[in-house]
């Protein structure tokens, strides 16, 4: 495909925290939050069913990172550090030559600041372990390749960006001139917003930003379980307005690239570690089996991606990382887990022959040990009621928990597991769920029937009963739930 290292493409992935599907226009968000996401969208390559492989921070980038499921790489929960013997993305493309480059937060070591063996290979390095620990809305402090504090100046967004641009300007000209053969690079820009600040518990949209979204419009979803113990009313405004400001610094970036003559030569991929359902599923903002807490936006363009159309096949961010190997000619490795996506692009029906799964396969930690699969139109949920959800990565035995009709019920407020009409289809993503789950290399599992409905529709599990096992952390900040 690519003759020599040289002609390969850049790489760049921004990656966004908590940031839920329709946050964006082009799946129905009415407030223009982000024109730059809609076009990238639309004259690229639109993922428009993305989702997590798990709705935690720390496994969600252990999966983005290796392409493997959070039970493989043994980062099930937060707080536990990659493995170094776990390849990644930047090992990958180091390996065939490519400049490095990681800016922003990590959540995959146990110690501030990363030490350089925890930094899953990353050559180039601007950033923090838990950047909303080590920093807030306008101090946004990381820790440079000496694990010097770096202070950088701006809105905490902006100024991840700012040194996204940098890197990319460093990197556009080789430092010999016009006779030195030029190096591809490869940056992860990993961004906190729309994520809150925990110890304030709020989302410090920059100044003036949060107002022009307060009060307006919500989510379905969000608008019809809000109540007085969720969080939706106080803080949708800010959490928009922090989706904004991330979508103007992309605009920046691409603008950047367009300046420096290398946008048609690099691949830009936008997507997220998981939604956010402000308490209206559980005590936090995530760790459900809800689209609010696992469906992420999602699109690429450049080269390869440009005038791809729209993927509507359900995908998975474990999909991204052998996606962007192989568009830029470089070996997928038989580890990882997730499957090209380009073989989905322009072809509507692509896929089929080739036998792409029609479902995503999630798997929950830390409020719960769970498991579920996401087609078109199913959702199917099962927990383990006898799991340690902070010490235990699986179980042998899963009962049936949430059964949702996406094409009647599109923001899952009916939850019809245990209902005699639905049983035949519950029993068939049940088999579908198995399959899923030893394919990601888990042992099969007992999944118990529910042979009844659940009285109230809804369940609620407590996510901050492990908040105990949370480590202290620098610069005077007290963790919550992250």
Known sequence: MFSSTAERPNVIVVFTDQQRWDSTGVHGNPLGLTPTFDEMARSGTHAAQAFTPQPVCGPARAAIQTGQCPTTTGCFRNGIPLPENCRTLADHFGA?????????KWHLADTE?????????????????????????YRTVVFDDDDDPVMLPGYRSDALFDAAIRFVADHANPPGGAESVRQPFYLFCSLIEPHHQ??????????????????????????????????VHRHIGGYFGQVRRVDEGLGRLLDALRSLDLLENTIVAFTSDHGCHFKTRNSEYKRSCHDGSV???????GPG??????????????????????????????????RSMLPLLHQPGAGDADGW??????QVSESEVGRAIRTSRWKYYVSA?????????????????????????????DNLVGLPSHRKIADELRERLLRRMVEAGEQEPVIERREEAIA???????????????????????????
């Open 96 to 104: 065939a030559g490519y400049a490095t480059g990681y800016i922003g």
């Open 113 to 137: 600041p990363v030490p350089p063996e925890q930094r899953g290979g990353y050559t180039s390095w601007l950033g923090a372990n838990i950047l909303e620990f080590t920093s807030d809305a």
């Open 198 to 231: 925990n110890e304030v518990d709020s989302y410090p949209a920059p100044i003036g930003y949060e107002e022009r979204y307060q009060g307006r419009w919500l989510p379905p979803d969000l608008a019809a379980l809000a109540a007085e113990d969720s969080t």
């Open 295 to 301: 469906r992420v936006p999602m699109a690429l363009c």
């Open 305 to 338: 991606f440009d005038g791809g159309g729209r993927i509507d096949r359900p995908v998975s961010t474990i999909d991204l990382p052998p996606t962007l190997l192989d568009a830029a000619g470089l070996d997928v490795p038989p580890e990882m887990q997730g």
């Open 357 to 362: 799964p029609e479902e995503v396969f999630i």
């Open 385 to 413: 009621p006898d799991a340690d959800a902070w010490h235990e990565a699986g179980a042998d035995r899963y009962l049936e928990a949430e059964l949702y009709d996406l094409a009647h019920d599109p923001y899952e407020l």
């Open 456 to 482: 109230d529709s809804q369940r609620s599990v407590d996510p901050g009963v492990h908040a105990s096992s949370f480590k202290p952390v620098r610069f005077g900040h007290q963790p919550r739930s992250r």
